[in-house]
C-alpha cells in the first residue's frame, strides 16, 4: 500500500509531541500484543493434543511460588508502565491546557451546520481560520445551538464547543499550509458538511490577509456600540447613579467574590457576567444587575468581550 | 404444532408412560416438556427462558447487523451518495442502539447465563422463575418500542442521546426510543437481582465459593452492575423525555441548565455497560479454554477477584469518554489514572489464559477458536483502550475512527466472538445435537479474518482524523474506508455460515450424549438437552472446579 | 404443628426461600436507591447553580401540607412495622388492622400530594403546562419545580405501587394466607415501604425546607 499515509501532518511542536507519544505506544502494544499471540500460538502448537512435550508440572509449593512469582511481575511491570505513560500524557496535556497570555484571541462560533470566525480586527470567516505561523493563537469558542466540537488533525487538538458557555483552543502553527477543520461532535443531520479549512500563513502574508479583510470596523469597535446600544454604561459608565464596577482595567485582573474567593476576569467571566449575573457577584456590589440572557446574540456578546479587553489599560473615565 | 418424522415414536412412548403414570416422567428433557407456543411462551423454565431469549437477540443481532451493512455500504464511497444524511444518522443510531441494549447487554447473560447458571451450581432453577420470564416480556416490549419508533421513521440522535441535541433539536422519535431503552433496563435489573441471589443462596452441597466456575463468577460481577448501574440510565432517559416533553430545562443552558450533567449521567452508567458486555465474554473463555487444554485455569482466585475488581473499579472511570468535554483538566487525570488501573485486572486475565495453555493439552475444535481469537482480539482492543486513557493522545483520537475501532474490538472482537464460542461449546447441551465441525471452524476463521480486515483500517483513519459520524469523508480517506466495508462483506458471511449449519444440525445432526467434549462441570454430568429439572438428584461438589487431571495431559 | 408453607419447586426447603427473598429484596432497594440517586444528583448540581432561585422556589411550596405529610408517612411507616410484627406473632386480626391503617396513610398522603399539584396548578408553578411565575430567578425556580414534579411525582407512583402491595397484602392477611412461619411477603412489603418513607424523608427538606430555617 504505497504511500499510504499512517498520521496528518504535524503543524505544531505539540503534533510531534503527540505523535512521538502514539510512537512508544504503538510499540508497546504492539510488543504485548504480538508476545501474547506468539505465546499463544506456541504452546497451541507445542502442546496440542498427541504431541510429545513434557507436560509435567510442578507440584505443590514450588508451583505456588513460580505462579505467585509471574504474577506479581506481571501485575508490578504494567503498573509501573502505566504510570509512566500516564504521567507522560498527562502532563503533556497539562502543559497545553492553559494558552499563553500573548496568543492571539481568535472568536469562533459553532452552529448547526457552519464555523463562524471572527478575528479581533473585525475580519469575518466561514468555515475557514486564517492564523500567522510561530505565534500563539487561541480559539474562544461556542456554540448557537448544539454541542459540536473544533477539530483540526494537523495540531492533534479538539474541544468540545457548548451552547452557553465559552471553551478554549490554542496551538502555535509551524508550518504554512492548508488543512483540515472538522466538527468532532455529532451535531444533526449536516454533522458531515460542517467541515472546513484552517490555513496557516507566514506572518508577513498573514498581515497583508488581514489588512484587506472584510472592511467592516475592529470587534472592539463593535463592541463599543454594543455597550452603548444595551445600555450598560448607564450602570457602568462614569455619570451612572448606580454602584457598578469599573470595567477600564478589569480584563485579565484578579477579581475579588462576594463569597470570598477570586477569578481571573476572561471571557468567560465577562461572558458570564452579562448572561448569568448572579452567579459571580464581585465584592463590595449588591446582585442588582438583570440578565441580558436571550437577548444579546453571542456575536455581540463576543464584540462587547472585545470591547471590555480592549479598555485593560484605559484610564477611569474612558467608558462612555 | 407436532414434530414430524423420527420424533413420533417418541412422542408415543411419552403419551403411553403419561398414561400410565400420572406425571411428566422426569427423564424427558426440557424441549419435550410441551411443543405448543403458549408452553414456551409461559414457560417459567429457566431453559425455556434462555431459548426464547436466544431467539429474540438474534433477530436483532441481524437488525443492528443490517444496519451496519448500510453503513459500511454508504462509506465505501466519499460522498454521501447511497442514502441521506437523515438516513444515515438514523442508521448509526439505531445500528447502536440496537446491537448495545438488545444484543450486547442481554446476549451472553440471558442466554447462557439464564441456561448455565442453575446448571453449573447444581440448582433446579433459578430463585425467582417467574420473574426471569417476566424479564423476557420487558426485553421483548422495550424492543417493540425501540422497533416502533424505527418503523415511525427513525432517532438520529446517536445511541448516546446526548444533549441539548435529543432534547431541544432533533425532530426524530426520541421518546419512543429511549422508552423501549427504559423498558428493557428493567429487564436487565431483574436478572441481577435473579442472579444475585441465585448464587448467594441455591448453589449445591459442597459448592463453595471458590469451586464455583468462572462463568459464575462473572455472572456475579456482571450483575452486580446491573443492579447498580442500569437504574442510573433508567432514570438518565426519563429525565430526557421529560426535557423533551415538559421543556423543564436541567440540561438546557439557555434555562439554566447544564448540558454535560445529562454526559455525567449517561456515561456513569455507559461506562460500566461495556463491563456488562465484556464480563461474561471472559467467564466464557475461561470455560472454554480449561475444556480445551485439559487444564485447570492459571490462578483461579486471581481470575475470580479480577472480575469484581473490573466490575468494581469500571464504575470510576466513566469521565474518560469526557476529556474534551468542558470538564475540568483535574477531573480528567482522575479519570485517566483509574482508566489505567482498570486495564491491570483485565491484563492480569489475558496473562491468566495463555499461562493455562501452557502445559496443557490442546484441542482445536471451533470453541477453542472462538476462545483464542477472543484472547488475541481483546488484547488488541484493550491495549488501544490505553491509547485512549491516555490525556493528551485522546484529545486527538476522542470521536475519531479510533475510538470505533477500539470499542468494536472489544465488543466484536472480544464480546461476540466469545458469544459465538459458548454458543458453539453448550449447543449441544441446550439441543442435544451435535454440529459440523469442519464448518464451524471455518466459520471461526473467516469470522476472525473478516473482523480484522473490517476493523484495523479504522485505527489508522481515526489517526488520519476521521470524525466518528460521518456518512460522506474527504477523498484521502477513501482505500482504508473500502478496506474496511470489504472485511465487512467477509464478516456478514462469518456470521450468516452458522445460521445455516446449526439450524442443519436441530434437524440432521447426530444426537450428543451428556458430555461431548469431556468438560467439567455440573452441567456435563446431566443429558444433553437437561431434564426439566435439571438433575434427577442433586450433585454434591467435592473437588476443584476445572479438576481435569495430569494423568490424562501427560499419558495421552 | 406441620409446616404449612409452600415450597417452590426450585427451592430445598422454606427456609433457602425465605433466605432468597430477603436478599432479593435488598438488591431490588439497592437498585431503587441509585435510580432516585440521579434525580437528588440533578437536584444538587441545579441548586449549586442557582441557589437564591432554589431558596425563592422552595418558599413557594406548602410547608404546612408538605409537613402533614411528613407525619402522615412517618405514622404509615410504624403502622406496616406493627403489621409486621404483628403477623410473625401471629395475631391475625391487628396484622390486617394495621395493613388497612397503612394503606389509609398512604391514601392520605397521595390525596394531600395531589391537593398540593392542583394548587400548584392554579398558582402557575407547573412548567411546561402552566408556569407564570414572574418573580426574580424565574429561570431557576422554573428549573426548580421541574425537579420538584419529577422526584415527587416518581416519589408517588412509587406511593402508588406500594399501596397496591400492601392493599393486596390485607387481602391476602383476610384470607390467612400468612403464618407466623410464613410471611415473607408482608416482610418484603414492609420494607419496600419503608424506603419510599426513607426517599420522602430526603426530599421533604431538600424541597419544603430551603431557606426556612
Same mark, same amino acid.
Given at each position: 500500500m504505497g504511500g499510504l499515509p499512517l498520521s496528518p501532518p504535524t503543524g505544531s511542536s505539540l503534533a510531534e509531541s503527540v505523535d512521538t507519544l502514539l510512537h512508544v505506544w504503538l510499540a508497546l502494544a504492539g510488543t504485548v500484543t504480538v508476545a501474547i499471540a506468539v505465546l499463544i500460538v506456541y504452546f497451541a502448537a507445542k502442546y496440542r493434543h498427541g504431541s510429545a512435550a513434557n507436560r509435567t508440572m510442578a507440584r505443590g509449593a514450588a508451583l505456588s511460588r513460580e505462579s505467585r512469582r509471574l504474577e506479581i511481575a506481571w501485575i508490578v511491570i504494567p503498573l509501573l508502565l502505566f504510570f509512566v505513560m500516564f504521567a507522560w500524557a498527562a502532563d503533556l496535556y497539562y502543559v497545553h491546557a492553559a494558552p499563553p497570555a500573548d496568543a492571539t484571541p481568535v472568536y469562533v462560533i459553532g452552529r448547526q451546520w457552519m464555523w463562524k470566525v471572527e478575528h479581533a480586527g473585525g475580519q469575518r470567516e466561514i468555515d475557514e481560520l486564517h492564523v500567522p505561523a510561530g505565534r500563539p493563537v487561541k480559539l474562544v469558542m461556542t456554540s448557537q445551538d448544539v454541542i459540536h466540537s473544533f477539530f483540526m488533525p494537523v495540531f492533534r487538538i479538539k474541544q468540545d464547543v457548548l451552547p452557553g458557555r465559552y471553551t478554549t483552543l490554542w496551538f502555535t502553527a509551524t508550518a504554512p499550509g492548508d488543512y483540515h477543520v472538522f466538527c468532532s461532535q455529532y451535531c444533526g443531520t449536516d454533522h458531515a458538511g460542517m467541515i472546513g479549512h484552517v490555513v496557516v500563513m507566514e506572518p508577513a502574508a498573514f498581515e497583508r490577509w488581514l489588512a484587506a479583510g472584510t472592511g467592516s470596523q475592529s470587534m472592539a469597535a463593535e463592541g463599543a456600540a454594543r455597550f452603548r446600544q444595551y445600555g450598560c454604561s448607564g450602570c457602568h459608565g462614569p455619570s451612572a447613579s448606580v454602584h457598578a464596577p469599573t470595567l477600564e482595567g478589569l480584563f485579565g485582573r484578579r477579581v475579588q467574590l462576594a463569597d470570598g474567593s477570586s477569578v481571573i476576569a476572561d471571557e468567560r467571566y465577562i461572558h458570564d457576567s452579562v448572561m448569568l449575573p448572579r452567579k459571580e457577584v464581585a465584592a463590595g456590589y449588591e446582585p442588582i444587575m438583570p440578565s441580558f440572557a436571550g437577548q444579546i446574540s453571542e456575536e455581540d456578546l463576543l464584540d462587547i468581550v472585545e470591547y471590555v479587553k480592549s479598555l485593560r489599560d484605559a484610564p477611569a473615565g474612558s467608558v462612555r | 404444532m407436532h414434530p414430524r418424522g423420527r420424533f413420533d415414536e417418541r412422542v408415543l412412548d411419552r403419551r403411553v408412560h403419561a398414561m400410565s403414570t400420572a406425571s411428566v416422567p422426569l427423564r424427558s428433557n426440557y424441549l419435550e416438556a410441551g411443543f405448543s407456543l403458549w408452553s414456551w411462551l409461559s414457560s417459567v423454565d429457566h431453559k425455556r427462558i434462555a431459548v426464547l431469549y436466544a431467539i429474540s437477540i438474534t433477530l436483532f443481532f441481524f437488525a443492528g447487523g443490517a444496519a451496519a451493512t448500510l453503513i459500511r455500504l454508504e462509506l465505501v464511497t466519499p460522498a454521501g451518495d447511497l442514502v441521506s444524511a437523515e438516513t444515515y444518522n438514523k442508521l448509526f443510531t439505531m445500528h447502536g442502539v440496537i446491537m448495545v441494549w438488545f444484543f450486547l447487554i442481554p446476549s451472553i447473560p440471558s442466554t447462557f447465563g439464564n441456561f448455565l447458571l442453575p446448571l453449573m451450581i447444581g440448582a433446579r432453577d433459578l430463585a425467582f422463575p417467574r420473574l426471569n420470564l417476566a424479564s423476557w416480556y420487558l426485553y421483548v416490549l422495550g424492543g417493540l418500542f425501540t422497533v416502533g419508533a424505527l418503523v415511525a421513521g427513525g432517532v438520529d440522535t446517536g445511541w448516546t442521546f446526548y444533549t441539548p441535541f435529543s432534547t431541544m433539536f432533533s425532530n426524530t422519535h426520541v421518546i419512543a426510543a429511549v422508552t423501549g431503552v427504559f423498558v428493557v433496563g428493567f429487564s436487565s435489573i431483574l436478572t441481577g437481582v435473579n442472579f444475585i441471589v441465585t448464587i448467594h443462596r441455591m448453589r449445591a452441597p459442597g459448592m463453595t465459593w471458590f469451586r464455583l466456575p468462572l462463568f459464575v463468577w462473572a455472572m456475579y460481577a456482571t450483575s452486580i452492575i446491573f443492579v447498580l448501574a442500569t437504574p442510573v440510565l433508567a432514570m438518565t432517559l426519563f429525565l430526557i423525555a421529560i426535557e423533551r416533553f415538559f421543556g423543564v430545562g436541567v440540561f438546557d443552558p439557555a434555562l439554566g441548565g447544564d448540558p454535560l450533567l445529562f454526559q455525567h449521567l449517561f456515561w456513569f452508567y455507559s461506562h460500566p455497560a461495556v463491563y456488562v458486555m465484556i464480563l461474561p465474554a471472559m467467564g466464557v473463555a475461561s470455560e472454554i479454554i480449561t475444556c480445551f487444554s485439559r487444564k485447570s485455569i492459571f490462578a483461579y482466585r486471581s481470575m475470580a477477584f479480577a472480575v469484581l475488581a473490573i466490575a468494581i473499579i469500571g464504575? !470510576? !472511570?466513566?469521565g474518560h469518554h469526557m476529556f474534551v468535554s468542558g470538564q475540568s483538566i483535574y477531573a480528567g487525570m482522575v479519570f485517566s489514572i483509574l482508566t489505567f488501573l482498570v486495564a491491570i485486572p483485565s491484563a492480569i486475565k489475558v496473562f491468566n489464559w495463555t499461562a493455562t495453555l501452557y502445559k496443557g493439552s490442546i484441542r482445536f475444535d471451533a470453541p477453542m477458536l472462538y476462545a483464542l481469537g477472543f484472547v488475541g482480539l481483546f488484547t488488541v482492543g484493550g491495549m488501544t483502550g490505553l491509547f485512549l486513557a491516555s490525556l493528551a493522545l485522546d484529545v486527538h483520537l476522542h470521536d475519531t475512527y479510533f475510538v470505533i475501532a477500539h470499542f468494536h474490538y472489544i465488543m466484536v472482537g472480544g464480546a461476540v466472538m466469545a458469544f459465538l464460542g459458548a454458543v458453539h461449546f453448550w449447543w449441544p447441551k441446550i439441543t442435544g445435537r451435535l454440529y459440523s465441525d469442519w464448518w464451524a471452524r471455518a466459520a471461526a476463521i473467516v469470522v476472525f479474518v473478516g473482523f480484522n480486515l473490517t476493523f484495523f483500517p479504522q485505527f489508522l483513519l481515526g489517526y488520519l482524523?476521521?470524525? %466518528? %459520524?460521518?456518512h460522506a469523508y474527504p477523498p484521502e480517506f477513501a482505500v482504508l474506508n473500502v478496506l474496511s466495508s470489504a472485511g465487512a462483506a467477509v464478516l456478514a458471511i462469518g456470521y450468516l455460515l452458522p445460521l445455516v449449519y446449526l439450524a442443519w444440525s436441530l434437524r440432521y445432526g447426530a444426537r450428543a450424549g451428556p458430555n461431548p467434549w469431556d468438560a467439567k462441570g455440573l452441567e456435563w454430568l446431566t443429558a444433553s438437552p437437561p431434564p426439566v429439572e435439571n438433575f434427577t438428584t442433586i450433585p454434591v461438589v467435592t473437588e476443584p472446579p476445572y479438576a481435569y487431571g495430569e494423568a490424562e495431559r501427560v499419558h495421552d | 404443628m406441620t409446616s404449612s408453607v409452600i415450597v417452590a419447586r426450585q427451592f430445598d426447603d422454606s427456609d433457602q426461600q425465605r433466605q432468597a427473598a430477603d436478599l432479593g429484596i435488598w438488591v431490588f432497594l439497592a437498585s431503587e436507591i441509585l435510580f432516585f440517586g440521579v434525580l437528588f444528583l440533578a437536584y444538587t448540581v441545579t441548586r449549586l447553580h442557582h441557589p437564591e432561585a432554589f431558596a425563592t422556589a422552595s418558599r413557594q411550596t406548602d410547608v404546612a401540607l408538605g409537613s402533614i405529610n411528613t407525619g402522615v408517612l412517618l405514622t404509615s411507616s410504624l403502622t406496616m412495622a406493627l403489621a409486621v410484627r404483628a403477623t410473625k406473632l401471629g395475631v391475625r386480626r391487628a396484622a390486617i388492622v394495621f395493613l388497612c391503617a397503612t394503606a389509609m396513610l398512604g391514601l392520605v398522603f397521595v390525596a394531600i400530594k395531589g391537593t398540593e399539584y392542583r394548587h400548584d396548578y392554579v398558582a402557575g408553578l407547573v412548567p411546561g403546562l402552566r408556569f407564570s411565575f414572574a418573580g426574580p430567578h424565574a429561570g431557576g425556580v422554573e428549573l426548580f419545580f421541574g425537579l420538584y414534579f419529577l422526584m415527587t411525582g416518581v416519589h408517588v407512583l412509587h406511593m402508588l405501587v406500594g399501596l397496591g402491595v400492601v392493599g393486596t397484602l390485607a387481602m391476602r392477611a383476610a384470607r390467612k394466607a400468612f403464618t407466623p412461619e410464613y410471611f415473607t411477603p408482608v416482610e418484603l412489603g414492609g420494607l419496600y415501604w419503608h424506603l419510599v418513607d426513607i426517599v420522602w424523608i430526603f426530599l421533604y427538606p431538600l424541597l419544603y425546607l430551603v431557606s426556612r430555617t
Open positions: - | 464504575f !470510576v !472511570v466513566w482524523g476521521m470524525p %466518528r %459520524r460521518y | -
